[in-house]
């Protein structure tokens, strides 16, 4: 009988790993297709969700390009907080993986206001995650050209290309498609300010977040 018990005791066990791994799977594809739409709030509550039932059936690690996708969703959502929060919970060896650490980097320098070593980081990053990296290039540069046409109303072409690491024509052509860009000239490029309030469509009425995000836009650009 206690043979027949440990037999069905490993069976279960094993029936239990069998459906959590494809799981893991599913929860990754799934995981890689709203980060892909943009949606990384989406993407980091789904892995949320599976890391406490990871945590909760003492299940092992999901593979680490899960965790590269988790950290990648924080990076989405514009949370580098809760990013570090879980680059301090994975063990060594998921730490030291090449793909974890490529998506880590990216946080150390949004954590340090540097925005052409993120974008560095991300245009190497050509593993399997690489369209990721992509994505959220596309979107850092977003997030700071809404900054920085909030901020200001006129900037060195050399410090915007800083700001969103690319080459001076291809950060002029993206300033047009989203600022009311007016003019190019001496080594300047020169856009319309929203109007108080946030009545720019698109545009938040500025808070105390947007300030505070402006400071440190205003920081790195005078160093």
Request: aromatic share 8%; charged share 20%; with cysteine.
């Amino acid at each position: 009988l206690c043979v027949v018990v440990s037999t069905q005791s490993t069976w279960g066990h094993f029936l239990s790993v069998y459906f959590f791994s494809h799981m893991a799977s599913a929860v990754e594809a799934r995981v890689q297709q709203l980060l892909l739409a943009g949606d990384g709030a989406e993407a980091a509550h789904d892995c949320e969700a599976y890391e406490l039932e990871m945590a909760a059936r003492a299940l092992e690690p999901a593979p680490p390009t899960f965790y590269a996708a988790y950290l990648a969703a924080y990076l989405l959502a514009d949370d580098t907080t809760n990013a570090r929060f879980l680059y301090r919970r994975l063990p060594p060896d998921l730490r030291s993986n090449p793909e974890v650490d490529a998506f880590w980097r990216v946080v150390q320098c949004l954590a340090r206001r540097d925005l052409s070593g993120a974008h560095a980081a991300l245009a190497a990053n050509t593993g399997p995650l690489a369209p990721l990296a992509r994505t959220l290039a596309n979107t850092l540069r977003e997030r700071t050209l809404k900054l920085l046409g909030t901020a200001f109303s006129n900037m060195a072409v050399a410090d915007l290309t800083a700001a969103l690491g690319c080459g001076a024509e291809e950060a002029i052509e993206q300033a047009r498609r989203q600022l009311p860009v007016e003019s190019v000239d001496d080594g300047f490029i020169h856009w319309k300010r929203p109007l108080e309030g946030g009545s720019k469509p698109g545009v938040d009425a500025i808070g105390l977040t947007t300030v505070k995000k402006l400071a440190e836009f205003t920081l790195f650009i005078e160093k």
